[in-house]
Structure formats: C-alpha cells, structure tokens
C-alpha cells in the first residue's frame, strides 16, 4: 500500500493572512476555501488547510513545516521575505538574522508565518549529502 501524506490542518488566528502568506511567498495558486478552511495546494496535491480556531482568540502553539523546495523558489521567496520586512534566520535557534543556511549540500531557511508557525524551506532533503 502506498501512503502519503494529502492534507494537514494549520490553526491560525487570520486564516485568509496566514493562507494568502503562504501562496504568495511560494507562487501557489490562490487559497480556496470550503467550510472553515481555507486550503493552499502544493503542485504534489498536498495541502495546507488553515482555520480558525473554534474558540475565538485561543492561543495558538506554533508547528514546523519543512518544504523541500527547488532553488527558483528559494530565491524568490527570499526577495519576499525581504520585501515583506519579514525576518529569518539559518536555523531553528534562530542565531543571526537576514542570513541562510548551507546544510545537505543546499540551502535552507527558517521563518515564521503570521499565525507564528515555524516554515523551513530547503533547496536539497536531510542526508542527501550522505
């Protein structure tokens, strides 16, 4: 049997920011919604479904979301993250800001979105330097 992951659920305190963040720093086509989500396809089919949490005003604990992404990705979504005055940082201790990583033979970098989940883009996949 093959498995593979199709959706997952992303609270988020604005779904319309935290989905339209995504899309635009990635060029994904535009969120579309159904029920209480508001969902960004991947081109795999993957998909980030954002919503609400039902009790309004609820904390929000931040995740992590790598994306394995190819290097034309990358270097746009840099130049937007920049554009959008949105820091980042070369890893997950967040050490020094505006800079990149150059780990597995590519290159990486860590940011957060507006609901404060922690998004890591990568250009080459863990132990593809092995």
Do not use: C
Request: glycine share 10%; aromatic share 10%.
């Amino acid at each position: 049997m093959s498995i593979q992951i199709n959706h997952i659920a992303v609270a988020a305190v604005d779904k319309t920011q935290s989905a339209t963040f995504l899309a635009s720093l990635l060029d994904l086509p535009e969120p579309t919604g159904w029920g209480p989500f508001l969902s960004v396809r991947l081109p795999d089919g993957f998909q980030f479904d954002f919503a609400e949490p039902p009790m309004h005003g609820a904390p929000i604990q931040g995740q992590h979301y790598a994306l394995l992404v190819d290097d034309a990705v990358f270097d746009r979504a840099i130049e937007r993250l920049d554009a959008g005055g949105v820091t980042y940082w070369p890893d997950p201790q967040q050490s020094v800001e505006g800079e990149i990583n150059h780990n597995h033979g590519g290159r990486g970098v860590y940011f957060d979105d507006p609901a404060g989940h922690h998004f890591e883009l990568i250009t080459a996949a863990y132990g593809s330097d092995l």
